[in-house]
């Protein structure tokens, strides 16, 4: 398989699950998961509302921030899907005008 193959095959596996991920991960900033607040717990604050507030914030932020990204990846899949086709196409021709060349020498050196 040429390279154009290979790295396309590669870099969909790889887009497909950071799909996978982001999604979830939006998901779950998106729901507010308790156990995500480390990440975007507020550091500056005044009062307890104003904490919530900011903290509230930072989960959405990041949730759009994760969906965004994940669209990002689902372009990189359909790119990744291109370049498997091209590849295929590359070695499909490559295939056939090895196979000509063979059957071109072959009648060549036929002593008939």
Not at 7 to 29: D, E, H, K, N, R
Not at 31 to 51: C, G, H, M, R
Not at 72 to 89: E, F, H, T
Request: charge should be negative.
């Amino acid at each position: 398989m040429g390279a154009l193959y290979s790295g396309g095959m590669c870099c969909l596996c790889l887009s497909i699950w950071a799909v996978i991920q982001l999604t979830l991960m939006g998901f779950f900033y998106s729901i507010e998961a308790s156990t995500l607040v480390d990440d975007v717990e507020a550091e500056k604050y005044n009062d307890i509302s104003d904490y919530l507030s900011i903290t509230k914030a930072n989960f959405q932020k990041i949730s759009g921030v994760c969906y965004y990204t994940a669209y990002i990846y689902v372009v990189m899949i359909l790119v990744s899907w291109y370049m498997i086709s091209r590849g295929k196409s590359n070695d499909r021709k490559a295939a056939e005008k090895a196979y000509a060349e063979e059957s071109l020498c072959g009648t060549l050196d036929d002593p008939k």
